[in-house]
């Protein structure tokens, strides 16, 4: 009887390293299988930030009704864009255009979603094209001369954002652009007033008030 116990007490020494490591096996894919949940969960969670599926089906479903309806092809590209799927936005961009060339909104978010791309220069285009429908779209001219400023063409923002500010008097990100410009130019005593008008219209810009005090005067 000793001998058996001991047998057994032997054996199941034996086993215990291979019962451990089934259990932590089991416990590691576990860790792995909720890991990998919240992962997928995390990744989804950042990506489709935009339209779900049902609201883009919805659209498209509207656009299948009326193919030729600029707003219902506008909605459906929009929310393609929302959704981050820019080849499907572009193609409805260009359907949109195609039945209204002058349609500032399909102009405009090409533009941003080809400087988004990289595609300057047809970007450049799809901006210009919007800002000659409207000289004074504010969100065309703002896109367009943000990207010479990171450029540093700081002529050809000046050369944008002035015809656009004509227009649209009020707008507070093209006289802080306006007054980054001619700083960088050399211009302290213009970009001061642009740096005020973009204040009075805006009072919380920030960078408009730190530009100020940077220039050496009070906001």
Do not use: C
């Amino acid at each position: 009887m000793t001998g058996r116990r001991a047998t057994g007490s032997a054996a199941g020494a034996e086993r215990a390293p291979r019962w451990l490591i089934l259990t932590f096996v089991a416990l590691l894919a576990g860790v792995i299988v909720v890991w990998s949940t919240l992962a997928h969960a995390v990744v989804t969670q950042v990506r489709y930030t935009g339209p779900g599926q049902e609201e883009i089906d919805a659209r498209r479903e509207a656009v299948r009704e009326a193919p030729r309806n600029p707003g219902a092809l506008l909605a459906l590209a929009y929310a393609y864009q929302q959704a981050g799927r820019y080849d499907d936005a572009l193609f409805t961009y260009e359907a949109v255009l195609e039945v209204l060339p002058i349609e500032t909104a399909a102009l405009y978010n090409k533009g941003v979603i080809l400087l988004e791309l990289g595609d300057s220069a047809a970007a450049e285009e799809a901006l210009r094209s919007a800002l000659e429908v409207n000289p004074g779209h504010a969100l065309s001219a703002a896109a367009l001369a943000g990207h010479f400023a990171s450029q540093r063409e700081y002529e050809s923002v000046l050369e944008v954002v002035l015809p656009a500010l004509e227009a649209s008097p009020s707008a507070a990100d093209l006289h802080y652009l306006a007054g980054a410009a001619l700083e960088n130019l050399g211009n302290p005593d213009q970009a001061e007033e642009h740096y005020r008008l973009a204040l009075a219209y805006y009072p919380d810009l920030r960078e408009a008030r730190e530009a100020l005090e940077r220039l050496g005067v009070a906001p």
